[in-house]
T-cell receptor, first 111, second 114 residues
Framework: NAGVTQTPKFRILKIGQSMTLQCTQDMNHNYMYWYRQDPGMGLKLIYYSVGAGITDKGEVPNGYNVSRSTTEDFPLRLELAAPSQTSVYFC??????????FGPGTRLTVT | AQSVTQLGSHVSVSEGALVLLRCNYSSSVPPYLFWYVQYPNQGLQLLLKYTSAATLVKGINGFEAEFKKSETSFHLTKPSAHMSDAAEYFCAVTGKNNNNDMRFGAGTRLTVKP
């Protein structure tokens, strides 16, 4: 199993541009999550999904959108990128058990 | 809502010394508690978890943590630090009935001196 994979690894965006961060898991997990990690701040939940077709907001959803058309994929969309969205983004998934499995992250810079 | 506080953003120990990373939680419901480790430029890897079985939890790489309800703590320890333990460590909490809302501490960076 590859586990949780994320693309791209790095990206630089200009203010106002849009992009999609990709996340795929091959563990048949129902639950998937998007976090952002800012220095000294830990991880904050952006959006999550409990299964295909079902998504919900987390702690910091503004400026982002998600969709979940399949069990495997959970893309995160940034519309009108802003400098405040400069961060490292992590995707994670889990089964019915409690722990989450994390991808390697996408480092995004908005200038 | 639940939260965790990690005491000390940086901890430095000598190789072979005891590692103690502190985590206190706040939760209105019985919690699940976790410790994750993050090596540079990598994702988070689970070290150990508490899900209301034994209060002393053993994890990977020789780490363990003890759930103390009376102190609302879940401190991470390792008897003898190794150079390879240098990383950032995160404590996290979810509620048993709402484990989609995992809250992380700010992290503790562990440095191991030779």
């Amino acid at each position: 199993n590859a586990g949780v994979t994320q693309t791209p690894k790095f990206r630089i965006l200009k203010i106002g541009q849009s992009m999609t961060l990709q996340c795929t898991q091959d563990m048949n997990h129902n639950y998937m999550y998007w976090y952002r990690q800012d220095p000294g701040m830990g991880l904050k939940l952006i959006y999550y999904s409990v299964g295909a077709g079902i998504t919900d907001k987390g702690e910091v959803p503004n400026g982002y959108n998600v969709s979940r058309s399949t069990t495997e994929d959970f893309p995160l969309r940034l519309e009108l990128a802003a400098p405040s969205q400069t961060s490292v983004y992590f995707c994670a998934s889990r089964t019915g058990f409690a722990e989450q499995y994390f991808g390697p992250g996408t480092r995004l810079t908005v200038t | 809502a639940q939260s965790v506080t990690q005491l000390g953003s940086h901890v430095s120990v000598s190789e072979g010394a005891l590692v103690l990373l502190r985590c206190n939680y706040s939760s209105s419901v019985p919690p699940y508690l976790f410790w994750y480790v993050q090596y540079p430029n990598q994702g988070l890897q689970l070290l150990l978890k508490y899900t209301s079985a034994a209060t002393l939890v053993k994890g990977i790489n020789g780490f363990e943590a003890e759930f103390k309800k009376s102190e609302t703590s879940f401190h991470l320890t390792k008897p003898s630090a190794h150079m390879s333990d240098a990383a950032e460590y995160f404590c996290a909490v979810t509620g048993k009935n709402n484990n989609n809302d995992m809250r992380f501490g700010a992290g503790t960076r562990l440095t191991v001196k030779p």
